[in-house]
């Protein structure tokens, strides 16, 4: 069975840092791509980062660019986000996603998420 957790939301305040994770099982997970998605109320969802772990590949959207920062810990099976330099439109629910390619991730496997909330 395949399953994504997701953990290290939580609320800060604009300007500092927060560090997810994102534990996988179930599959190659060397061979597979994680994604990290976020949602926020009454807006689409957005990609935010991708990372291919067979060859360490990364992607970001261009509004997390120079502040996110994906890597992955292939002996544990876990990916990492790490956002610096927060903004309140930061704010949404986090999701981290599995697929057999950085595109295919949003098709694929889904974590149940971990809110993130960036407010003075």
């Known amino acids: 069975e395949v399953q994504l957790v997701e953990s290290g939301g939580g609320l800060v305040q604009p300007g500092e840092s927060l560090r997810l994770s994102c534990v996988a099982s179930g599959f190659s997970f060397d061979d597979w791509s994680i994604g990290w998605f976020r949602q926020a109320p009454g807006k689409e969802r957005e990609g935010v980062s991708c990372?291919?772990?067979?060859?360490?590949?990364?992607d970001y959207a261009n509004s997390v660019k120079g502040r996110f920062t994906t890597s992955s810990d292939n002996a544990k099976n876990a990916v990492y986000l790490q956002m610096n330099s927060l903004k309140p439109e930061d704010t949404a629910i986090y999701h981290c996603?599995?697929?057999?390619?950085?595109?295919?991730?949003?098709?694929?496997?889904w974590g149940q998420g971990t809110q993130v909330t960036v407010s003075s």
């Open positions: 996603a599995a697929g057999r390619t950085c595109p295919e991730t949003a098709g694929g496997y």
């Open positions: 990372i291919n772990n067979s060859d360490g590949f990364t």
